[in-house]
């Protein structure tokens, strides 16, 4: 899992090591680890160091002073640098050793003509110190970048956004590459914010972070923590998933819940629906089997609608007591008090709806808000989308690894409530069942990247499954 920090817990692990560590130079370490991503970048790129053009945006603060260092390098091993200093001031030291390395200072006019003939643009304006947003001629040189197709190197992060939140400004920097120091910040991981980050890149500068903020899953967490069969397995030791979704009016989201818990690996599928939906499965997916009986965890909700009677359905099963995957509809009908172990998969509508919010609080705050559902139920909050988090009770959060946004489409919510679902029936908690079936779920549809509908995707699982044994 890699682990994320927020920009204040940084600045602290900072100050603990210039108390610790007298004398070193922590942005020496942030210059030297930049200029190498800087090379490394232009050298997969083709221009190569040696007489390529460098544009660098300096602002008024140390962002500035590491890039400022770091264009002293790079003017030393061959780059054409010409410095713009975005703000008037600029670090004095760096802009002392860029100017003595060679870099020429040019003015906001200058860095117009300069950026056409660059081969990149070295973003040092801002860093975790910087407010959201850009001033107009920053914004300006921003939006240039983009229009001839410049490619961006942030440093720390893409000037403009707020380090800490998934919510970009209107304005800022859209980054090819990314050279962060110290660890991730929020920016970085959630989208929207990230998708401004483009590839990102951690330097260790030797600080000592504590515990993170959040930690995010990759695909190698997600294949070391899935539940595989052994000699003993049987069907049952390997979970009975009952799944009672569905309605009249929605039997798909029934027939894609069974499809997605099937190629999760569900040890035996009890449908319990309604009508349409169980003529359907039946016909579709012969091993699913039909009717009441013993299980292991439940899924509800989706595709339930608003029917009379949908609350006696969801006090129903929860009165099992089993992990339940409480999905779609039948968050309308919360009561008061869930079984241990229960896992809910709103959407950021869902989950507004949930909490009496507008679904723009939602989207401003997604941690606040899915921490606060977590909290008043004493559940696992998965909140869906192009960021999935996992938020426990206690308030831990993990990042389930991002997949393509082609999987925003109808359809792909019921696919991952029925993975989650044999997951929870394996015997994994929900914070685990939530975290490895939102990533799986990515993980299928990073191989099939295109407009494929959620059962195509489904039906990729078990290959992404099968690949962990193999890693294992
Ligand atoms: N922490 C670490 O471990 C390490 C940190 N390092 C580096 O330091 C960076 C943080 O440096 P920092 O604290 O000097 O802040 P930074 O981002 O340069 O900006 C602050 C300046 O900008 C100004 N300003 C703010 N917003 C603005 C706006 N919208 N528009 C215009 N101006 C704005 C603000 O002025 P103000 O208006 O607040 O007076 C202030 O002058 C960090 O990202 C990393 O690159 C590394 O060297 C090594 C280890
Ligand atoms: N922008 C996005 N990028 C990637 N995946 C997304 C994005 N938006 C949504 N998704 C995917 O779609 C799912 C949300 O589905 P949901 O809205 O609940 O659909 P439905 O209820 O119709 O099945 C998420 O779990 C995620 O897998
Ligand atoms: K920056």
């Given at each position: 899992?890699?682990?994320?920090?927020?920009?204040?817990?940084?600045?602290?692990?900072?100050q603990?090591?210039?108390?610790?560590?007298?004398?070193v130079?922590?942005?020496?370490?942030?210059?030297?680890?930049?200029?190498?991503?800087?090379?490394?970048?232009?050298?997969?790129?083709?221009?190569?160091?040696?007489g390529?053009?460098?544009l660098?945006?300096?602002?008024?603060?140390?962002?500035?002073?590491?890039?400022?260092?770091?264009?002293?390098?790079?003017?030393?091993?061959?780059?054409?640098?010409?410095?713009?200093?975005?703000?008037?001031?600029?670090?004095?030291?760096?802009?002392?050793?860029?100017?003595?390395?060679?870099?020429q200072?040019?003015d906001?006019?200058?860095?117009?003509?300069?950026?056409?003939?660059?081969?990149?643009?070295?973003?040092?304006?801002?860093?975790?110190?910087?407010?959201?947003?850009l001033?107009?001629?920053?914004?300006?040189?921003?939006?240039e970048?983009?229009?001839?197709?410049?490619?961006?190197v942030?440093?720390?992060?893409?000037?403009?956004?707020?380090?800490?939140?998934?919510t970009?400004?209107?304005?800022?920097?859209?980054?090819?590459?990314?050279?962060?120091?110290?660890?991730?910040?929020?920016?970085?991981?959630?989208?929207?914010?990230?998708?401004?980050?483009?590839?990102?890149?951690?330097?260790?500068?030797?600080?000592?972070?504590?515990?993170?903020?959040?930690?995010?899953?990759?695909?190698?967490?997600?294949?070391?923590?899935?539940?595989?069969?052994?000699?003993?397995?049987?069907?049952?030791?390997?979970?009975?998933?009952?799944?009672?979704?569905?309605?009249?009016?929605?039997?798909?989201?029934?027939?894609?819940?069974?499809?997605?818990?099937?190629?999760?690996?569900?040890?035996?599928?009890?449908?319990?629906?309604?009508?349409?939906?169980?003529?359907?499965?039946?016909?579709?997916?012969?091993?699913?089997?039909?009717?009441?009986?013993?299980?292991?965890?439940?899924?509800?909700?989706?595709?339930?609608?608003?029917?009379?009677?949908?609350?006696?359905?969801?006090?129903?099963?929860?009165?099992?007591?089993l992990?339940?995957?409480?999905?779609?509809?039948?968050?309308?009908?919360?009561?008061?008090?869930?079984?241990?172990?229960?896992?809910?998969?709103?959407?950021?509508?869902?989950?507004?709806?949930?909490?009496?919010?507008?679904?723009?609080?939602?989207?401003?705050?997604?941690?606040?808000?899915?921490?606060?559902?977590?909290?008043?139920?004493?559940?696992v909050?998965?909140?869906?989308?192009?960021?999935?988090?996992?938020?426990?009770p206690?308030?831990?959060?993990?990042?389930a690894?991002?997949?393509?946004?082609?999987?925003?489409?109808?359809?792909?919510?019921?696919?991952?409530a029925?993975?989650?679902?044999?997951?929870?029936?394996?015997?994994?908690?929900?914070?685990r069942?939530?975290?490895?079936?939102?990533?799986?779920?990515?993980?299928?549809?990073?191989?099939?990247?295109?407009?494929?509908?959620?059962?195509?995707?489904?039906?990729?699982?078990?290959?992404?499954?099968?690949?962990?044994?193999?890693?294992?």
């Amino acid at each position: 899992m890699i682990a994320v920090h927020t920009a204040q817990q940084v600045r602290e692990a900072e100050q603990a090591f210039f108390a610790a560590n007298p004398g070193v130079d922590l942005m020496q370490r942030a210059a030297d680890g930049l200029a190498e991503a800087v090379e490394n970048f232009l050298e997969g790129r083709g221009p190569g160091v040696d007489g390529a053009r460098l544009l660098v945006a300096v602002g008024p603060g140390n962002n500035g002073g590491d890039a400022l260092f770091a264009a002293a390098r790079l003017a030393r091993l061959g780059c054409r640098v010409e410095l713009w200093a975005t703000h008037g001031d600029a670090h004095e030291a760096g802009l002392a050793e860029a100017q003595a390395a060679g870099c020429q200072q040019i003015d906001a006019g200058q860095a117009t003509t300069a950026l056409a003939e660059a081969d990149l643009l070295l973003d040092g304006v801002l860093g975790i110190g910087g407010r959201p947003g850009l001033d107009a001629p920053v914004a300006t040189l921003a939006r240039e970048a983009r229009d001839l197709g410049i490619p961006v190197v942030a440093v720390d992060l893409p000037s403009g956004l707020d380090a800490d939140s998934s919510t970009p400004a209107e304005e800022s920097f859209h980054a090819t590459l990314t050279v962060t120091f110290g660890a991730l910040k929020p920016c970085h991981v959630l989208q929207p914010a990230a998708s401004r980050c483009g590839e990102v890149r951690l330097v260790d500068i030797g600080l000592e972070l504590g515990e993170p903020w959040a930690l995010a899953a990759a695909p190698g967490d997600i294949a070391q923590r899935w539940p595989l069969p052994g000699p003993t397995s049987d069907k049952y030791s390997r979970g009975v998933v009952g799944i009672d979704t569905g309605s009249v009016h929605y039997p798909g989201a029934a027939v894609l819940g069974t499809v997605g818990a099937l190629h999760a690996g569900a040890g035996m599928i009890r449908f319990c629906g309604p009508g349409p939906a169980d003529g359907l499965i039946r016909a579709a997916l012969p091993s699913v089997t039909h009717g009441e009986g013993r299980v292991q965890a439940w899924l509800v909700g989706s595709g339930w609608g608003d029917e009379p009677g949908d609350a006696e359905r969801l006090a129903g099963r929860l009165a099992d007591g089993l992990p339940t995957v409480v999905d779609a509809d039948a968050l309308r009908l919360l009561p008061d008090h869930l079984p241990a172990g229960c896992l809910l998969t709103p959407h950021a509508g869902e989950l507004a709806r949930l909490l009496d919010v507008e679904r723009e609080e939602v989207t401003a705050d997604p941690i606040g808000h899915a921490r606060a559902a977590a909290d008043r139920w004493q559940a696992v909050v998965l909140l869906k989308g192009a960021t999935q988090y996992v938020v426990q009770p206690d308030g831990a959060v993990w990042l389930a690894v991002p997949g393509p946004h082609w999987s925003a489409q109808a359809g792909s919510g019921d696919v991952l409530a029925g993975i989650c679902a044999t997951l929870l029936a394996a015997g994994l908690d929900a914070a685990r069942a939530a975290l490895l079936g939102a990533s799986v779920q990515a993980m299928a549809a990073r191989r099939r990247p295109g407009p494929y509908p959620p059962d195509d995707i489904a039906r990729e699982v078990p290959a992404v499954v099968g690949g962990f044994e193999v890693v294992r």
